[in-house]
T-cell receptor, first 109, second 112 residues
Framework: GEDVEQSLFLSVREGDSSVINCTYT??????LYWYKQEPGAGLQLLTY???NMDMKQDQRLTVLLNKKDKHLSLRIADTQTGDSAIYFC?????????WGAGTKLIIKP | DTAVSQTPKYLVTQMGNDKSIKCEQN?????MYWYKQDSKKFLKIMFS???????INETVPNRFSPKSPDKAHLNLHINSLELGDSAVYFC???????????FGPGTRLLVL
């Protein structure tokens, strides 16, 4: 069946780059998403990438897609304390999004 | 201009009670969802409605009953609340099935 996997935690120093990784199983997925959930808040769409793209950049965010390995990553440059959140990876399934468990990004001063 | 709104934001109630959570979206979307997020932050889909019709009904106790009076609203009624129902419930909507979803702020339910 469809499955999306992520590490549960990532700890980085403020100012460093954060790389959050995700693997998925459905090679026919057309869209892959990154959502951000700040403490006590709902999920916010951060960015998404279409399956025919390898990379998408949006300011400090870079999404890399390796379709052969079914691997998706989100790189946050110059990580700030405001980036502290849980980041969810999701792939588009038939009728719904298939969600990862979320990666909690912890920022060390 | 809130895109997806939920009420109430917090709900504290006793075991055995019946409660409802309301969701409204003003995005003109055709599909709406209910998710449950547990204490470990795992996100689990419960229901999905497309044009007021039930599309997804995951393994959820039948104490949970969604109702969609129109495309812009999807309410969740819970009968005989149990301790294990304590969680954050998120409503979301998308233009159509499986498309980009936009989330409400969540309803934090605590059953005592």
């Amino acid at each position: 069946g469809e499955d999306v996997e992520q590490s549960l935690f990532l700890s980085v120093r403020e100012g460093d780059s954060s790389v959050i990784n995700c693997t998925y199983t459905d090679s026919s997925s057309t869209y892959l998403y990154w959502y951000k959930q700040e403490p006590g808040a709902g999920l916010q769409l951060l960015t998404y990438i279409f399956s025919n793209m390898d990379m998408k950049q949006d300011q400090r965010l870079t999404v890399l897609l390796n379709k052969k390995d079914k691997h998706l990553s989100l790189r946050i440059a110059d990580t700030q304390t405001g980036d502290s959140a849980i980041y969810f990876c999701a792939e588009r399934g038939n009728y719904q999004l298939i969600w990862g468990a979320g990666t909690k990004l912890i920022i060390k001063p | 201009d809130t895109a997806v709104s939920q009420t109430p934001k917090y709900l504290v109630t006793q075991m055995g009670n019946d409660k409802s959570i309301k969701c409204e979206q003003n995005l003109g979307h055709d599909t709406m969802y209910w998710y449950k997020q547990d204490s470990k932050k795992f996100l689990k889909i419960m229901f999905s409605y497309n044009n007021k019709e039930l599309i997804i009904n995951e393994t959820v106790p039948n104490r949970f009953s969604p109702k969609s009076p129109d495309k812009a609203h999807l309410n969740l009624h819970i009968n005989s609340l149990e301790l294990g129902d304590s969680a954050v419930y998120f409503c979301a909507s998308s233009q159509d099935w499986g498309q980009t979803q936009y989330f409400g702020p969540g309803t934090r339910l605590l059953v005592l």
